[in-house]
């Protein structure tokens, strides 16, 4: 673990820098601390960040452009006719990763030397088999370009991480050797902090940007990669879902977003009617011992994992249903209409009652929200209660429910855990919530876990399910925050 | 006159007697208060529900069934040079420790005079699969008993078990190749014997996952450490991250395009499904950083992701509420903007901080679906890892991705940990919101 050790050893160097920096300020003004620019700390700090800070802004950078870099020096060393016409570069590529990592797996158990790892020759050995030996399976024998190929991107990544440790150090000590320097007790050592500071938070404020542009630009390359194997037609618009690992599979989003949706709706049913009342019961008419007793308590439905809920729909929730829906004869209603514990109906229940406490709170917030004055005129004319809340407060805070509903369907749609286990595996269109039927979210999970080859389209296809995900939820949000803040804006 | 007004008959409305209008809009006034008392009551009733199967359900994990057995360990079979020489004593496989336990049980139900039809290995199934390798484990550790006869205590097959906790019942077993009736019958006896008795199970708490085919011998506490270590990683970078973004975005930040743009992607992060956090840990901690696959480390690293927004959400808001009294006696006594903040502002904001992370961790804490992407499911961690590095960069599970694993299990044996699983997630994250409960009662000022 060179890396781990490289970080110590900076972040001792900056502890070192620190006293060493203190002590020449204090040295340079002759132990008399009134005659420096800034308070001593300053000093010492000034030291410890220059050697510290660029030191790990380039290990970081480095870290992630050497990847990069190597993948499209090695990339350029495969020729055109070394593709295969099924294929692709990128899948070729995904090989020649594969068969490197196989040779570090084979260094590092002593099975090879490195020399043989460096030298090995497809003509004359059988790297497939070797590689298998030590549990590297590769899919096809590997053929010369791409064990060549392997090989440059292990020395490649080799000498990088040398050169890395190497500049890093080197970076380090210049920051340390030069803020030392400058350690004088006329230096601006605060201002000089306070800058390295500022712009240490700026970093981290804008790491929230930075993590959106990940996620887009991860799934976005993924997806490209996907739509470059598998049409797009057939992605949007075609009517299947169907994947198929020996190749040849249909794969579309319209299935899966039924089910979604289908199960959205369905949660919405239960927690919008509940969460609504529940919220004009909690705002409207409870006292306040009922309130502080009641709004925690449905709170916690909040609070629970997801994983807790999937459980209950799979092992409470559905047996349930199964046992009034299902089991012919020995049903409570004798009928055989349901067959397994999964459904829509089951997982649209389960999602209904973790979306309540959602709805009631930001239904809440919204209702207490509307000026009082606008009730009181209302019962001063008589109006009961009721009324009022039905005829007055209702349409006033409609705007800000419709954005709260809006924000617990985009929740509904990006839930995972429950509709795993609750909602089945079962691609169809069908009106028929007993029967189970499956969603974005849940085919993302399993064309992801296990193996997986980032080189085949049933694989690539959740990044597109992904990417389509994102922008669904992230479009029912912005809309929903559009329309809560011009209505609060209303009665501001 | 007023004879006149008294020979007309009464007006049809009068303010003491109530009109049909009124009695409906009465009514409709009562309706409506029900439907609200309805919800609220329907809501408060799912939570009941729910926490009332948690517990009913999962209780049972903590208890376990066990079978204490004196088992001669026989020199004949474990080491038979007789010079205790331990790569000789290694040599022996569990499956020649078998016949070592089938003496024991076959000589326990003689010597309690209990008549049963069956013969010794259908009496040994009522051990676990796991019954050897403990046998084994421990002469490995003690060779020197070898020749002895020493008291054990075995665990008893998942179905045993489900019979005494009343999961497993006669009726049912018709078709069930792990247990016969008369095994059953067989264990009653033994029950009343005392030789077979339920007690606490701390290795559920503490134990492994172990394999499809025992789940009696599956315990939550390594992949506790793989959460526990995921947490660590979190604090370690969300919350310093987090305050940081805050304190420029609240304190220094000027009010332009930019600002806006970070202030609304922090929004709508904070809504963005978990699941796209898993992909994005995938795709780039994964498949381009080439970080192990199922480490802590990377779980971590996707959930610090995740728990950023709702940090900087809260620390943003306690922020806030620090009176700018405070910023401006710091700078009217000659401090630095910077010094302002980090002198004063911050310390008084730092109770609602801690409240917002501990609330955030939780949430971490309870997190699945990011997990699954990065491989921290269908792994089976056998030992609890050694020393930090292991911690984060050797495989491990996360406890709730270990229910998860355990609910997809095809045994009804496993959902009893699952739910037993959740009891205790369940017990983590009551004790941290309890703490940022008490946290913010205790320190929070009013101002």
Known sequence: MPLLWLVLILLALSVAGFFLGRQRALASAGGNSKDLHSLPSYYGHNVALTGLVPALGVLAIWLLAQPLFIESRVSSLIPEEAIPESSTLGLVMSDVRRVAEGLDLAVSEGVMTPEQARNMRSEFSDVRGRLGEIGVALGSDVRPEVLNAAQSYRNLSNTGTTAMIFVVALIAAVGFAYSYSKTHKDFRARNVVEQGIMALLILAASLAILTTIGIVLSMFFETINFFSLHSWTDFFFGGTWAPNFRGDSELSILPLLWGTLYISVIALLVAVPIGLFAAIYLSEYANNAVRSFAKPLLEILAGIPTIVYGLFALLTVGPALVRFFGQGENGILGVEWMSGATSVLTAGVVMGIMLIPF??????????????????????????KSETIRQVVMPAALPGIVGAVLLAASRAIGETMIVVMGAGAIAKFSANPLESMTTITTRIVSQLTGDTDFASPETLVAFALGLTLFVLTLGLNVLA??????????YD | MSENTQNTPRPSSSL???TDRTKRRNAAEKRFRAYGIGAIAIGLLMLAVLVFNIVSKGTGAFQQTFITLDVELLESKLDKKGNRDLADIKKVTTFGYSPIIRNAIEAKVTGLGIDTPLKAKAMAGLLSKDAAAQLREFVVANPEKIGDTVEFRFLAQSRVDGYLKGRVIRANIANDKNISSEQLDLVDALVEAGVIAKTFNWDFILGADASDARPEAAGIGVSMMGSLFMMLVVLALALPIGVAASIYLEEFAPQNWLTDIIEVNISNL???????????????????????TSAPLVGGLVLTLMTLPTIIISTRASLKSVPPSIRDAALGVGASKMQAVFHHVLPLAAPGILTGTIIGLAQALGETAPLLLIGMVGFIASNPPQGIAEGLLSPNSAMPAQIFEWAKRADPAFYERAWGGIIILLIFLVTMNTVAVILRRRFERRW
């Open chain 1, 359 to 384: 709805v009631s709170s930001l239904s809440d917030d919204i209702i207490n929200a509307v000026p009082q004055a606008m009730r009181d005129g209302s019962l001063g004319l008589g109006a009961t």
């Open chain 2, 16 to 18: 003491l007697e109530l």
């Open chain 1, 481 to 490: 925050l559009a329309i809560v803040r011009k209505y609060r804006e209303q």
């Open chain 2, 270 to 292: 904070a809504a963005v499904p978990s699941i796209v956090f898993g992909i994005l840990g995938l795709a780039v901690f994964i498949n381009y950083m080439h970080l192990p």
